[in-house]
């Protein structure tokens, strides 16, 4: 909403709270949105344990295995102090987003 700067955010006292998350209730409010995808795009889906010590040079163009292995360990060398998740997806050639 930017109420706060994201320095502000991240020393928060609330900064770890998860407002919304599957599996705690029957219902669940989500953002969804659509975007365009093309063969090659990618897509991280990770904790906080990760984004956190994430630096936009860390994503390279490499084959996403490695890619994957070398973000968990950049976390683990940075901090490691939290739970590290991730996910990565790679669309590749033929994919159709169609209905």
Same mark, same amino acid.
């Given at each position: 909403?930017?109420?706060?700067?994201?320095a502000?955010?991240a020393?928060h006292?609330?900064?770890?709270?998860?407002p919304r998350?599957?599996?705690?209730? #029957?219902?669940? %409010?989500?953002d969804?949105?659509?975007?365009?995808?093309?063969?090659?795009?990618?897509?991280? +889906?990770?904790? &906080? =344990?990760?984004?956190?010590?994430?630096?936009? #040079?860390?994503? %390279?163009d490499?084959?996403?295995?490695p890619?994957?292995?070398?973000?968990l360990?950049?976390? +683990?060398?940075? &901090? =490691?102090?939290?739970?590290?998740?991730?996910?990565?997806?790679?669309?590749g050639?033929g994919?159709?987003?169609?209905?």
């Amino acid at each position: 909403a930017g109420l706060i700067t994201a320095a502000a955010a991240a020393c928060h006292p609330q900064a770890n709270v998860i407002p919304r998350a599957l599996g705690v209730s #029957a219902n669940c %409010d989500f953002d969804t949105c659509l975007i365009d995808i093309e063969s090659g795009d990618r897509f991280l +889906l990770c904790s &906080d =344990g990760l984004s956190r010590t994430l630096h936009l #040079a860390d994503l %390279d163009d490499r084959p996403i295995v490695p890619l994957a292995d070398a973000l968990l360990s950049n976390a +683990l060398e940075r &901090d =490691g102090s939290d739970n590290i998740t991730l996910t990565m997806v790679e669309i590749g050639a033929g994919a159709s987003c169609e209905p």
